[in-house]
């Protein structure tokens, strides 16, 4: 039988050459417009900032921060220390100059690059009054178990872990308007993409295609994190989404896409908040 590390070592160097590719595409996308950002631009949704509640004074960590806007966001709204981990040093370099840029100095925002699993060893805190995830980061992940240790091990007496995430019920689905069941939900097997282009651009000339993903359910994950020694507050499930993730959904004003009035829905999103006692 093939062992985590024998396993994460292959996921670890496809997946990191596939994201350190992407980040320029990403970095100059409409998707991301750092543009705006920098004119301060709020990158968290409504739902996040409602369900986290108010940040001021906390020490928030932020595992697989991508390019930093979320990280960085939350420091705009009133953190009083934010640290941005991603295992893609191209993607770090990048959360550094918009940190820089929009004036959020290192004693306010600080960036590491670590893969997620060796983050204990890497943040400058042995922990943190938030813990925050999500949105396109657990699917990269083969080993929800080991991960919610991870992050529990992270949270401080009092503190919470919070993940906002697409639903796992919505990976089953094929991308055509009438929301065929194309994949088993249960399938745990690693999905093996190997195509170019990525979701900001679909049509980018890339190299690095190679990647390793897989479906943790729900069950797993909420379990996952209650066997860390959380405790779960709250699942939120949501009908809505950040992209179209199949052709019958609508954008609505708030630029979440739906499915249209009247169709019967799925969950298309999740959060949830476990919390460490004081
Ligand atoms: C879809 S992005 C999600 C980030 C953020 N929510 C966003 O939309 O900007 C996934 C991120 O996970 C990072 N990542 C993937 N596997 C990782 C790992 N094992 N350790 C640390 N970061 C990882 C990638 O480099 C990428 O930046």
Known sequence: ???????????????????????????????????????????????????????????????????????????????????????????????????????????????????????????????????????????????????AEVAASLVAPGGFLYLSEFHPVTHVLGWGEDRTIEYDYFDASPQVTDEPGTYTDFKAETVNNLSFERLHTLGDIVSAIAAAGLRVEFLHEFDMTMFQRYAGLERGEDGCYRAPKGQPRLPLMFSLKASRAA
């Open 1 to 147: 039988m093939t062992t985590f590390h024998e396993t994460w070592a292959e996921w670890l160097e496809a997946n990191r050459a596939m994201w350190d590719e992407r980040v320029p595409i990403h970095a100059a996308s409409e998707y991301y417009d750092q543009d705006a950002f920098r004119k301060g631009k709020d990158e968290i949704r409504d739902f996040e900032a409602a369900e986290v509640g108010d940040v001021t004074g906390k020490r928030l960590l932020h595992l697989q921060c991508h390019m930093g806007q979320d990280t960085l966001s939350w420091a705009r709204r009133g953190a009083a220390k934010v640290v941005g981990l991603d295992f893609s040093e191209a993607a770090i370099e990048v959360a550094r100059g918009l940190a820089a840029e929009v004036g959020i100095g290192p004693d306010r925002a600080e960036f590491v690059v670590s893969d997620v699993y060796e983050a204990a060893s890497a943040v400058p805190d042995p922990d943190y009054d938030i813990v925050y995830t999500g949105i396109g980061a657990l699917d990269w992940l083969p080993d929800v178990r080991r991960w």
